[in-house]
């Protein structure tokens, strides 16, 4: 009796066995991925990407051209031109940084500006400091 | 008197209907426009053909870079027909380009991100005042304002730049910029490791 079931585990193993490991390749093959990109999906639709829009690293070109004016897919770049072509008040334009108030001129409307801005913030602090 | 109220009916129908809401205002990349989210759910609060509005957007950005941002006033008439402006690319976008640096810094007045010169702000102030919003002020104005913006950015704005230092500045910022990111990129996984 013993030996009948020993029997039958192996042609179990040799032949039911090795037939049913093949039984899964007769699945329909996965349909390739397309070449392009696909767009993600979100609940709504296509969710809108954000593209990565590459920026000039040659030194020379920065300095000569505005790169970035031109953003039509026609057309050049705006070429520097020498000094003399741009307006005077162009070099005597503040890139410092905010002027203090001690050296704003107090017949400037600027001044006047500045110093109710910082009178308003003043008093805006102290009124914060009043318990009731 | 019958006829007084029949001229008072004809005149109201001729009375236009102004519409009171509020213009949308937003910056849609160039021919990129799609109907999902953040576009799709704006427009579909006003009731704009979304399909039709994408549609006409892209073609009307055909002949520009893809992906240009581009800041776009939509005013939407009562009829569901809209109005579409679009105006030239953010002040921010052309000065980082033009400074050739791809994001500004996370603490201006602290560290500098790039460099332009006078001339480069004085063409996109060119550039920008030609805008609707900016079409009063003068060229004056359009710079100071442009030096505001370049210092918010991180970018500094001088008389003049050697191209060969400007290089090696680049060189090092983009080891700034990617040890940051790094940093970055580690809290946010620390971050995820406590909620989680």
Same mark, same amino acid.
């Given at each position: 009796?013993?030996?009948?079931?020993?029997?039958?585990?192996?042609?179990?193993?040799?032949?039911?066995?090795?037939?049913?490991?093949?039984?899964?390749?007769?699945?329909?093959?996965?349909?390739?991925?397309?070449?392009?990109?696909?767009?993600?999906?979100?609940?709504?639709?296509?969710?809108?990407?954000?593209?990565?829009?590459?920026?000039?690293?040659?030194?020379?070109?920065?300095?000569?051209?505005?790169?970035?004016?031109?953003?039509?897919?026609?057309?050049?770049?705006?070429?520097?031109?020498?000094?003399?072509?741009?307006?005077?008040?162009?070099?005597?334009?503040?890139?410092?940084?905010?002027?203090?108030?001690?050296?704003?001129?107090?017949?400037?409307?600027?001044?006047?500006?500045?110093?109710?801005?910082?009178?308003?913030?003043?008093?805006?602090?102290?009124?914060?400091?009043?318990?009731? | 008197?019958?006829? @007084? =109220? #029949?001229?008072?009916?004809?005149?109201?129908?001729?009375?236009?209907? !102004?519409?009171?809401?509020?213009? +949308? &205002?937003?910056?849609?990349?160039?021919?990129?426009?799609?109907?999902?989210?953040?576009?799709?759910?704006?427009?579909?609060?006003?009731?704009?053909?979304?399909?039709?509005?994408?549609?006409?957007?892209?073609?009307?950005?055909?002949?520009?870079?893809?992906?240009?941002?581009?800041?776009?006033?939509?005013?939407?008439?009562?009829?569901?027909?809209?109005?579409?402006?679009?105006?030239?690319?953010?002040?921010?976008?052309?000065?980082?380009? @033009? =400074? #050739?640096?791809?994001?500004?810094?996370?603490?201006?007045?602290?560290? !500098?991100?790039?460099?332009?010169? +006078? &001339?480069?702000?004085?063409?996109?102030?060119?550039?920008?005042?030609?805008?609707?919003?900016?079409?009063?002020?003068?060229?004056?104005?359009?710079?100071?304002?442009?030096?505001?913006?370049?210092?918010?950015?991180?970018?500094?704005?001088?008389?003049?730049?050697?191209?060969?230092?400007?290089?090696?500045?680049?060189?090092?910022?983009?080891?700034?910029?990617?040890?940051?990111?790094?940093?970055?990129?580690?809290?946010?996984?620390?971050?995820?490791?406590?909620?989680?």
């Amino acid at each position: 009796m013993t030996s009948l079931t020993a029997v039958f585990q192996m042609a179990r193993q040799r032949l039911i066995a090795p037939a049913i490991g093949n039984w899964a390749r007769f699945y329909a093959a996965k349909p390739a991925a397309p070449a392009g990109k696909k767009k993600k999906l979100g609940k709504l639709g296509p969710i809108m990407e954000k593209k990565v829009i590459p920026v000039e690293t040659d030194a020379n070109k920065l300095v000569n051209y505005v790169c970035g004016s031109n953003y039509m897919k026609t057309g050049e770049d705006i070429k520097i031109k020498p000094d003399s072509e741009y307006p005077d008040w162009l070099w005597t334009l503040n890139t410092e940084g905010i002027v203090p108030l001690d050296e704003l001129d107090p017949n400037s409307k600027q001044y006047w500006r500045r110093l109710r801005k910082l009178a308003l913030r003043r008093n805006n602090q102290l009124s914060k400091l009043k318990k009731f | 008197m019958s006829k @007084a =109220a #029949g001229k008072l009916k004809s005149l109201k129908k001729t009375v236009e209907r !102004v519409t009171h809401t509020s213009k +949308l &205002k937003t910056n849609i990349p160039a021919g990129m426009a799609a109907a999902g989210p953040p576009l799709g759910p704006m427009l579909g609060q006003r009731a704009i053909n979304i399909a039709a509005f994408c549609k006409d957007f892209n073609a009307k950005t055909a002949e520009m870079k893809e992906g240009v941002p581009l800041p776009c006033r939509i005013s939407v008439n009562s009829d569901r027909s809209y109005d579409l402006a679009i105006h030239h690319p953010p002040a921010t976008f052309f000065l980082k380009q @033009a =400074a #050739g640096i791809q994001r500004g810094t996370m603490t201006p007045g602290k560290e !500098v991100a790039g460099m332009i010169t +006078l &001339k480069h702000l004085y063409e996109i102030a060119a550039i920008k005042i030609q805008d609707p919003p900016n079409v009063l002020l003068t060229m004056q104005q359009m710079c100071e304002m442009l030096i505001s913006i370049a210092r918010t950015c991180g970018i500094k704005v001088v008389r003049e730049i050697d191209p060969a230092a400007y290089g090696e500045f680049l060189e090092e910022r983009k080891l700034i910029v990617e040890q940051q990111r790094r940093e970055l990129q580690e809290k946010r996984e620390a971050k995820m490791l406590r909620t989680g």
